[in-house]
């Protein structure tokens, strides 16, 4: 397998997308946390574009981006338990909905977020627009990616875990479960694996952490007159 570390944080939803790979593939890795108010050289050299986690460092060779991290590792380790189909086709269908959670689902939840009273209310149309798409995305499946969990599933994950955090500390409530009763009997199915469920980050933690980054983006926005 070669030497496996992994440049992340804690809490970045987008980092767990990798633990949860190499747990599923058995990767051992060394794990290296960053803190992003001060990053380290070593971030800053293997990162210099984007300067944020994860970063993969396979063999002294980095890769960046989670996205593209997960190709990497279901590429690279592709004996075992592979995450994107085999179709071309599935595959491509399989990025671009990976994209779209990336651009739009989480951009727009998190702009509700971190917005307040009738801002809040008029963001969370998109956002509400948004997990209507992928509610649809779930219809005959158990899985984004099928039957079986795949590729998607690592992708859309944070919405079995981050999005209450999200609800309890912005003070909205997206995922109702008469709307969204495909999401929330994936959400059962995806939290039941036993990989994902013993990477999950301290709840308590989580819930601190985003009130304060919550806190954070308010008054930098009243600063800068938003």
Known sequence: ?????????????????????????????????????????????????????????????????????????????????????????????????????DEQVTSSVFHAYVSQGVEQEEAKGPALKHLDTVENQLRGKKFFSGETFGFLDLVFGWIANYLEILEETGGIQLLDKQRFPLISAWKENFCNIGVIKENWPDREKLITKFRLLREHSISVAAAEGK
């Open 1 to 101: 397998m070669g030497d496996v570390k992994l440049f992340r944080t804690w809490s970045s939803p987008f980092a767990l997308r990798i633990v949860w790979a190499l747990k599923l593939k058995g990767i051992e890795s060394e794990t290296i946390y960053e803190d992003l108010a001060n990053k380290s050289s070593l971030l800053l050299e293997y990162n210099p574009v984007y300067k944020k986690v994860p970063v993969l460092l396979h063999n002294g060779k980095p890769i960046c981006e989670s996205l593209v991290i997960l190709e990497y590792i279901d590429e690279t380790w592709n004996t075992i338990a592979r995450f994107l189909p085999e179709d071309p086709l599935d595959r491509a269908t399989e990025r671009f909905w990976a994209k779209f959670n």
